[in-house]
């Protein structure tokens, strides 16, 4: 009798919270079901909102450039680049590569794609993350097989944004037609491994590998197995029974970022390995009528009557770590000064007193979630607290408005850099396509973010974002809280690849 598999990606994100594993199905040596935290909000790569939405985007769509072991990049729909400075770019597309309708992917089909997936009109949430405040231009040669892009001002994680799930390469079939995208529903948009099959929203989603796939990366490191023929993706939440059917072998891999995790320790059936580049932190909606805008005093108060040791024990089973900024210690140009951050203080805190507002978060912080309310409330606020699931709560924070003063924010940052985060709480606004959820720019701190990607020395853009982050702590935009581990647990005859700190969902395979 086979095993059968789930790979489990419980979406945190750029603008979620994400977790992954992964296998083969019943009755069958080349079929995997994976399972989704929840529906996926659109199959749109550039509309990619939460980890789920990511997953599909990964495995459906290519992008240019992936990324690889230590920080370096690994050729996608892109044999070759080169950066002539931090705003001009030059790709070799590969020859002989076809979307799944059989069209080739040219230089001409990539910047068409790109060019949507950079337009601000498009309002791709990875937009500022790949450019910054800049606007770009593609332009294809097809005879010289290349790529042209030219931004209006530098941006240094240009690179490392187009191998993000949003920068996935949309076929023609897909860019007529963007309602259709969204919805699933262009057999020939896709220009990954996979297609999608069958979709049965809350149920299942059927992808199925493509015969005539040749874009697969050359790692550094290759990988060993072999891809999955089907995968069939099902919602699955709780890791008590991610642990529970990993063990009893329903599961082959999984994550796992509570307690659970301990249930594995000594067994040799399994191995395990952790990333920290989950973070958790409070973000303030300042948007003007909103009861923290214009007011430092009362979001500093906030922070002094919060134990963010206290919060990390509840939501990782103690095994997280508090953080001094909204990344995590381990990205380059964190910062260190403990002096920055406000420090509980009961007395001072009791400003909130007969404070209404509103805290939302995703059902994977819950307990987090209800802790922040509870010590609000201690302080003498009167607090509201919806857990949501991780689509609907995605789709809140993102939207703009006044629907909620308090976010409980996760940040899988699957860029790996601190400006990936910073956009959270500084920049354009998510409703202008922007990565900011305060809805307030901070001119001061995201000057000092362009200054970064303007540099080539590290040493200038490490003093350039230290700037940045002393400013929004200062302002108390964002209170930092704590890392939220990620353990992959992978039983043997199955493999899936961690890039610093990034879990790629398209290495899942199968090892015999």
């Known amino acids: ?99 799944s309708d059989k069209t080739p992917i040219t230089p001409s089909v990539v910047a068409a794609s790109l060019t949507r997936f950079a337009a601000k009109e498009t309002g791709s949430s990875a937009r500022t993350l790949t450019l910054g405040p800049a606007t770009a231009t593609f332009t294809a040669d097809d005879t010289a097989g290349t790529v042209q892009a030219t931004l209006s001002a530098p941006w240094s994680d240009f690179l490392t944004g187009l191998t993000l799930p949003q920068a996935g390469i949309i076929c023609p079939a897909g860019l007529k037609d963007a309602k259709a995208l969204a919805a699933g529903k262009v057999t020939g948009a896709f220009s990954g491994p996979y297609t999608l099959t069958a979709s049965q929203p809350a149920v299942s989603y059927q992808l199925t590998l493509r015969d005539d796939y040749k874009a697969w990366p050359t790692f550094a490191k290759p990988l060993d197995g072999e891809p999955a023929k089907q995968l069939n993706l099902t919602p699955i939440t709780d890791y008590a029974t991610i642990a529970t059917q990993l063990l009893a072998g329903s599961l082959d891999v999984g994550v796992i970022i509570d307690e659970n995790v301990a249930r594995f320790d000594g067994n040799a059936s399994f191995t395990t390995s952790s990333t920290s580049n989950t973070t958790t932190y409070l973000l303030f909606n300042e948007r003007p009528g909103t009861v923290f805008a214009d007011r430092p005093d009362l ?31 381990k990205l380059a140009c964190a910062n260190t000064d403990k002096a920055l951050l406000k420090t509980p203080d009961p007395a001072a805190a009791k400003k909130l007193a007969g404070v209404r507002f509103r805290i939302v978060g995703t059902t994977l912080l819950q307990g987090g979630n209800d802790y922040i309310a509870e010590a609000l409330r201690n302080a003498g606020a009167d607090v509201k607290v919806d857990s949501l699931d991780n689509a609907n709560w995605a789709t809140l924070t993102t939207a703009g408005g006044k629907d909620w003063d308090i976010n409980v924010q996760g940040d899988n940052n699957q860029m790996g850099t601190l400006t990936s985060s910073l956009l959270r709480v500084m920049g354009p606004a998510t409703e202008d396509g922007g990565r900011n959820k305060t809805g307030q720019i901070n001119k001061e701190g995201y000057g000092f973010v362009t200054k970064a990607m303007g540099e080539i020395d590290r040493d200038a853009q490490c003093a350039a974002l230290q700037s940045a982050q002393k400013s929004f702590l200062q302002r108390v935009d964002a209170i930092p809280l704590s890392t939220l581990p990620n353990t992959t647990v992978v039983a043997k005859g199955f493999s899936i690849r961690t890039f610093d700190e990034y879990l790629d969902p398209a290495t899942l395979r199968i090892v015999k």
Do not use: E
């Open 299 to 329: 979001r500093a108060a906030v922070a002094q009557a919060i134990d963010p040791q206290a919060f990390s024990d509840i939501i990782s089973g103690k095994r997280g770590s508090t953080i001094l900024s909204v990344g995590s210690a």
């Open 1 to 99: 009798m086979f095993r059968k598999t789930i790979l489990v990606l419980t979406a945190m994100a750029a603008a979620g919270l994400g977790a992954v594993s992964c296998g083969t199905a019943a009755g069958t040596t080349d079929a995997a079901n994976m399972s989704l935290n929840t529906d996926p909000a659109t199959f749109d790569p550039a509309l990619a909102k939460g980890g789920d939405d990511f997953t599909m985007a990964r495995l459906l769509f290519d992008t240019v450039v992936r990324k690889d072991s230590g920080n370096a990049l690994a050729g996608g729909i892109a044999s070759s680049w080169k950066a002539q400075d931090a705003a001009h770019y030059t790709f070799t597309i590969r020859s002989g590569l076809t979307c």
